[in-house]
Nanobody
Framework: QVQLVESGGGLVQAGGSLRLSCAAS????????AGWFRQAPGKEREFVAA????????NYANSVKGRFTISRDNAKNTAYLQMNSLKPEDTAVYLC????WGRGSQSESEYDYWGQGTQVTVSS
């Protein structure tokens, strides 16, 4: 069983930055693609970003492209989401997910493991 633990969320003013981390409980994390999703109150979960097993391919939602950067450090079994120029509409619970087949898609149904999430709140 793979456990994913997110950290780094918090309260930030619009225009600010946060860096989220997703720590995996396994040393074979490099065999998984990693994704970030978010869910705001009353809204469906939506894709944010994904990264391939070795970080060679990344994929972003249009709403965050140019502001957010996904990365990973397989030596630390950790994925990251650097969020810059934050907007109030970025407020949500951010969840990390792992895809054991390495697809790194935008579809949440293709992810096998999920973290509990970390709250990000952006004030105007």
């Amino acid at each position: 069983q793979v456990q994913l633990v997110e950290s780094g969320g918090g309260l930030v003013q619009a225009g600010g930055s946060l860096r989220l981390s997703c720590a995996a409980s396994i040393r074979t994390f490099s065999t998984y693609a990693a994704g970030w999703f978010r869910q705001a109150p009353g809204k469906e979960r939506e894709f944010v970003a994904a990264i391939s097993r070795f970080g060679t391919t990344t994929n972003y939602a249009n709403s965050v492209k140019g502001r957010f950067t996904i990365s990973r450090d397989n030596a630390k079994n950790t994925a990251y989401l650097q969020m810059n120029s934050l907007k109030p509409e970025d407020t949500a619970v951010y969840l990390c997910a792992g895809d054991r087949w390495g697809r790194g898609s935008q579809s949440e149904s293709e992810y096998d493991y999920w973290g509990q999430g970390t709250q990000v709140t952006v004030s105007s």
